[in-house]
């Protein structure tokens, strides 16, 4: 019999074989993983380029670099250390984790101030990330490298070369562009108006984006990416031409105010002026200036309601560098710059002197009307301010004509004045003057200068009133003593009556500079002045300052009917200009250390106050605990007398009746019958079934005769502190 046939081991149907892949296909697919995502980064570097616009190029590759090596390395390491589901949520966070880092290494090298601590950089960068871009487009261009701006440059970086890194992990072509297209197009939003031209800032980006597709085989992607782009292009160049200024964002965005609405500097020159003895702030001035000083500008106003002056326009944050505005073009021409720093001693508020038209601010984070040239520190004025400023070259006014104002233009409303007299006077000042506008503005401004009855006077009644003014350069109404304010204000008026473009500036004299360029200027030397706008000259400076100072010696008659002035006829003439009031008010730094000393004894009389009111609230919070205690019987008496004890240093709480009278005997021998008596009462108050209310009524007896037998083992003072002290030394 033959032996059985053993069945085959069952195997699965061997499936159709893979071509083998060469040994260098791995490798090369790596390689290729690497090219792309070199070439992606290089795009998102090159688009890093166009930020110039917005920041000044110096503060740019710290950034752009530390975001792309650590957001790429981000997400390579969480490609390395995870897999499956996980690896999202791990480069998410580690690409948080970078561009904070990134961020970080912004702070503390290349941003202005740089971070002094950890904090300060954490608190920068925090700012950067939640708010940057919003306050990019709300600030003048250039931006300034700030802690809180700078930073979410080193961010968006970050963000684009990881997508970039996740895009070269999967594929490649013109889609490794995207991460770097929205990083420039980011760049052209919030740098219109800055520096460069959009066409030359996008170059290094077209150029890297073309090493993309360029190196492929397959040309029809390139040849349509290279249509794209050329159609978008001439798009861009024909909506370029056709609007002739691109849509700005700013222009859609509120600035932040930092600071509420200052108080109008026109109401501070007559103050000022009384305060002739006070050095408002000090200058250090170069040769440039001192060749030509120009006067200490702190507002142009010209909005007028009839009763006061405002500026039309609203004040932006800036930077380092000033934007060009339309009075640049034509104040600039052949105009030299010259480096001023102020330094603010009695000046209070926010408002910055600023000689020239301002340039370049050594100190960022301050606010600056364009229009008005109003520059504000929201801080209130402190430290030194360094400034480079142009000054105007007017050489070819007499070939320049008035500007011609817009409708609703608020450099020739006279809206809140439509006094005839207004014109009739204006008309009179330039009679024979003809009909150029240069000729007109000089006239008016030799009208002020040499009609008899207009009089400068610091103490002339204040307010740039409509009625104000015409009382004032309407003699035949009013004595003609005024302030430099009212006369500039009568100026502008007149002009605009005139049809030429005016406002009004407020600030200081331009004062004299010693041989080390250095200028000390009062507020005595506050004043307003007038100024008219001309084609190819922008605003030019005229004087309405009459050439005779008034006496005042109405005002001080009347004055000395209400008061008594004490009698100086026997002081020599030096005496007596040295007894006399140079100022009605407290100066400035008179006030503030008046505050000062309201500070220190506002804190005194609290201290005062507390030292009373603690020992009476301590002790009626004592007898109030012991009346309390009173009302327990016994058990309060003995909780007293355990306090007695600690206060004498010897804490019983715990212990038993005979351990305490063991202490008090220690203390005083006569107190043991007193205790015995009182710890009887105590242990029948607990123990006993029925308590005698009779014999609980002398516990506390019991503890007045101990309380008086231990006094003697107490200082006075300790026993004065006991009564006071709210404390209870042992709870019952």
């Not at 261009?141 to 970039?164: H, K, N």
């Not at 004894?601 to 005062?608: D, E, F, H, R, Y």
């Not at 004592?622 to 009173?630: D, E, I, Q, V």
């Not at 200082?715 to 009564?723: D, E, G, N």
Request: charged content about 20%; some cysteine.
């Amino acid at each position: 019999m033959s032996a059985p046939v053993l069945d085959a081991p069952t195997r699965p149907a061997p499936s159709r074989p893979r071509p083998a892949q060469p040994p260098a296909a791995q490798p090369a697919r790596h390689t290729a993983v690497a090219t792309r995502t070199a070439l992606g980064l290089l795009a998102v570097l090159a688009a890093a380029c166009a930020w110039w616009r917005v920041y000044p190029p110096a503060s740019l590759p710290v950034p752009a670099l530390a975001g792309v090596l650590l957001g790429a390395g981000a997400v390579l390491l969480a490609d390395r250390i995870t897999q499956g589901p996980v690896r999202p949520a791990a480069r998410l966070v580690l690409w948080i984790a970078a561009a904070f880092l990134a961020g970080l290494v912004t702070a503390f090298t290349v941003a202005v101030p740089r971070a002094v601590t950890p904090s300060d950089a954490v608190a920068g960068v925090g700012r950067a990330m939640t708010g940057g871009l919003a306050r990019i487009l709300t600030t003048t261009l250039p931006a300034p490298p700030a802690a809180d701006l700078l930073p979410q440059f080193a961010v968006l970086c970050a963000l684009a070369a990881a997508v970039t890194v996740v895009i070269a992990r999967g594929r490649g072509g013109l889609l490794l562009a995207a991460p770097g297209l929205c990083l420039l197009l980011t760049a052209l939003v919030c740098g219109v108006g800055g520096a460069g031209s959009p066409l030359v800032v996008g170059l290094p980006f077209a150029v890297a984006a073309a090493l993309l597709v360029l190196p492929r085989p397959r040309i029809v992607p390139a040849l349509v990416a290279g249509l794209v782009v050329a159609v978008g292009c001439a798009g861009g160049l024909v909506l370029a031409d056709a609007t002739r200024e691109p849509l700005d964002p700013r222009h859609l965005t509120a600035p932040p105010l930092r600071a509420e609405q200052p108080t109008a500097p026109m109401d501070e020159v007559a103050g000022w002026l009384r305060h002739t003895n006070d050095t408002a702030f000090t200058a250090t001035v170069d040769s440039a200036w001192r060749s030509d000083p120009q006067p200490w500008r702190i507002a142009a106003l010209d909005t007028y309601d009839g009763i006061r002056w405002t500026s039309s326009t609203p004040a932006v944050p800036i930077g380092y560098d000033l934007p060009a505005t339309d009075a640049d073009s034509a104040t600039d021409s052949g105009a030299g710059q010259a480096r001023v720093s102020v330094t603010p001693v009695d000046l209070d508020g926010v408002y910055v002197p600023v000689s020239g038209r301002l340039r370049h601010l050594a100190r960022p984070g301050m606010t600056y009307d364009l229009t008005g040239e109003t520059l504000v520190d929201p801080d209130g004025v402190h430290g030194t301010y360094d400034q480079t400023v142009s000054l105007p070259e007017r050489s070819g006014l007499a070939r320049d004509q008035a500007g011609q104002a817009q409708a609703g233009d608020p450099s020739l409303a006279l809206d809140g004045c439509t006094d005839d007299r207004i014109l009739n006077l204006a008309e009179t000042a330039v009679a024979g003057a003809g009909t150029g506008a240069l000729a007109q503005a000089e006239a008016l401004q030799t009208w002020f200068h040499k009609t008899t009855t207009l009089r400068l006077d610091p103490d002339a009644e204040p307010g740039d009133s409509c009625a104000r003014v015409m009382e004032l350069v309407d003699t035949a109404g009013g004595a003609g003593n005024g302030t430099p304010d009212q006369f500039a204000t009568a100026y502008v008026l007149m002009a605009r009556s005139l049809g030429l473009p005016a406002r009004v500036a407020v600030g200081f004299a331009a004062g004299q500079a010693d041989d080390t360029g250095k200028v000390t200027v009062s507020l005595g030397d506050a004043t307003a002045w007038p100024e008219v706008w001309f084609d190819g000259a922008g605003w030019v400076s005229f004087s309405a300052v009459p050439d005779r100072t008034g006496s005042g010696q109405t005002r001080q008659e009347e004055r000395q009917e209400t008061t008594t002035t004490p009698d100086t006829s026997h002081d020599t003439p030096d005496d007596a200009a040295q007894s006399q009031p140079t100022r009605s008010g407290p100066t400035p730094a008179q006030e503030r250390g008046d505050t000062g000393r309201l500070i220190l004894i506002g804190l005194g009389a609290t201290v005062l106050v507390l030292i009373l009111l603690l020992p009476l609230a301590g002790l009626l919070l004592t007898l109030a605990r012991r009346r309390r205690r009173r009302a327990q019987g016994p058990l309060g008496a003995w909780a007293e007398l355990l306090d007695r004890l600690a206060d004498l240093g010897h804490p019983s709480a715990g212990r038993t009746s005979a351990e305490v009278r063991g202490v008090l005997s220690g203390l005083d021998p006569g107190t043991d019958a007193d205790a015995r008596a009182l710890a009887r009462l105590v242990d029948a108050e607990v123990y006993a079934a029925d308590r005698a209310s009779g014999d609980s009524a002398q516990a506390w007896p019991l503890l007045r005769r101990i309380e008086r037998a231990l006094s003697p083992h107490t200082s006075r003072r300790r026993r004065v502190l006991i009564r006071v002290d709210p404390r209870p030394r042992r709870w019952a």
